[in-house]
């Protein structure tokens, strides 16, 4: 266990934004967490657990305790007629394990291709898009209980998934490090054709192939700056800024009073409807490609807030205050960020 010191955090996210790490360790292998967890337990700091920095806005002074990446590695595979079950270590990149798992013919995660991050990042805000979430296909999430410092696994049911969150990121917040997830698959099973945006390239009665479908899903998110591409200006971000919010009925024919238009609306929990956060960005006055001080959003998608070059954390946060204020002034409306703030 080697531990570091003053590390920068930037360019170990995704928006390259924020101050250094007082203290930095990576741990391989479950030893290694353990041992880091009681370095910091010693010496009362606090502990901050990194996977790939994809969901991340660090403070420009950094964080002032230890930074744990986890880098723990390893995918296995246990076939069965129905189901194959991988076991795969939380520091595994997702869009590579999705990759093996398409090209395995296994059916359950093909519509997350090309999300950034790490495999133990999946869990805690139950990770979705086009149709799909993770939720649907985790077994269960092996962790350490930072309380009590014991090994644990966890089923799907204890997890507490719903929209963007889990039990990791809401109630036992930062209490569990994910060591390691199984998701069980469908051997040989049909791709999961149910949004709209992928039902245009594969019109109904077509049967694409699970890479056919990868590939599709990141030829999207590339058309719309959420796939990370080098040298994209449009990708430095945290993928989309603010969550979908998800209202009742008495809301939406407020919000369409407002508006003078209906949202567009996708199916919730039983009385409730989710509408899209960009529709009522948009409809507040923004347009893509505004900018305020060196933070903008993108310029292909409303969701996602950037960072147009030497941006700040500050920057970026004035120019979200400044979208939640209209938004909430013109709909009543209260949006919530998605990704996660260290060090404010
Ligand atoms: C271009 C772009 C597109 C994106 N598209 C999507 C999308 O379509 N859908 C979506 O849901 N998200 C999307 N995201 C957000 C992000 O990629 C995911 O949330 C991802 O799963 C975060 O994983 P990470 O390893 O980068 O986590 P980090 O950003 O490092 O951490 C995020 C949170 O998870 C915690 N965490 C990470 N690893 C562990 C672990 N092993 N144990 C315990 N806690 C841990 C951290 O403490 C932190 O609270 C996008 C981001 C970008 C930049």
């Not at 101050?19 to 967490?33: I, L, M």
């Not at 009681?38 to 606090?46: G, K, N, Q, V, Y």
């Amino acid at each position: 266990m080697k531990i570091q010191e003053n590390v920068p955090l930037a360019p170990l996210t995704t928006f390259g934004i924020g101050g250094p790490a007082r203290w930095f360790v990576e741990a391989a292998d479950e030893t290694e967490v353990l041992e880091a967890v009681r370095w910091a337990r010693e010496r009362s700091l606090r502990l901050f657990v990194l996977g790939g920095g994809s969901n991340l806005l660090v403070a420009d002074a950094g964080f002032d305790g230890l930074v744990l990446r986890v880098a723990i590695k390893g995918i296995e595979v246990v076939p069965g007629v129905n189901a194959w079950v991988y076991s795969v270590g939380a520091g595994e990149e997702w869009d590579g394990f999705v990759q093996r798992t398409v090209m395995d013919c296994c059916a359950g995660i093909e519509c997350l291709a090309g999300i950034p991050g790490t495999v133990g990042g999946t869990p805690v805000q139950n990770v979705g898009a086009y149709g799909q979430e993770v939720a649907e296909s985790i077994a269960r999430v092996r962790v350490l209980d930072l309380e009590t410092l014991g090994f644990r696994e966890m089923e799907a049911a204890e997890c507490g998934f719903t929209y963007r969150q889990s039990l990791f990121n809401s109630s036992a917040k930062g209490r569990y490090l994910v060591l390691r997830v199984d998701y069980r698959l469908r051997p040989g099973g049909a791709a999961n054709l149910r949004y709209a945006d992928l039902l245009r390239v594969f019109p109904a009665g077509s049967q694409p192939n699970l890479a056919e479908v990868a590939a599709a899903v990141r030829r999207i998110r590339q058309s719309k700056g959420m796939l990370l591409v080098e040298g994209d200006a449009d990708c430095r971000s945290a993928g989309s800024f603010f969550k979908n919010p998800i209202v009742d009925e008495s809301m939406l024919d407020e919000i369409t009073a407002r508006a003078g238009a209906r949202p567009p609306i996708y199916p919730a929990a039983e009385g409730l409807v989710k509408l899209p956060a960009a529709w009522l960005i948009e409809r507040a006055g923004f347009e893509k490609g505004f900018q305020l001080g060196r933070a903008g959003i993108s310029s292909r998608h409303t969701l996602a807030l950037v960072n147009l070059g030497g941006a700040t954390a500050g920057e970026i946060l004035a120019l979200r205050d400044f979208i939640v204020e209209r938004v909430g002034a013109q709909f009543r409306v209260s949006l919530t960020m998605e990704p996660v703030l260290l060090g404010f």
